[in-house]
């Protein structure tokens, strides 16, 4: 049984910053590759940043240069959000385990967090 909670997200003015956490429990730990992604209402579900395997990392083209994705050696995961822009308002999730080279692609990731909102107002 994997378990993934999000904390970190809240309401924030364009251009600050905000850091998103992801406490993964049981076997997640054994996952080989964990990532970000997120949904605004009314949208198709993306991806934001993701770990692979060999710790290689994948942005989104929209947070490049924003945001860091990081893990430390308890397999939490967290996203670094800079100069962030209201288009970056969404429902952020962690998510863990997949095939090798899945990426930024939801579908293929099997472990899913609650998500946690954020706002990010002009």
């Known amino acids: 049984q994997v378990q993934l909670v999000e904390s970190g997200g809240g309401s924030v003015q364009a251009g600050g910053s905000l850091r998103l956490s992801c406490a993964a429990f049981g076997y997640a730990h054994h996952t080989d590759c964990m990532g970000w992604f997120r949904q605004a209402p009314g949208k198709e579900r993306e991806g934001v940043a993701a770990l692979d395997t060999d710790d290689r990392i994948t942005y989104a083209d929209s947070v490049k240069g924003r945001f860091t994705i990081s893990q430390d050696n308890t397999k939490k995961l967290y996203l670094e959000m800079n100069n962030l822009k209201p288009e970056d308002t969404a429902t952020y999730y962690c998510?863990?385990?997949?095939?090798?080279?899945?990426?930024?692609?939801?579908?293929?990731?099997?472990?899913w967090g609650q998500g946690t909102q954020v706002t990010v107002s002009s």
């Open positions: 998510a863990a385990d997949c095939p090798d080279g899945s990426g930024l692609e939801w579908r293929l990731y099997r472990y």
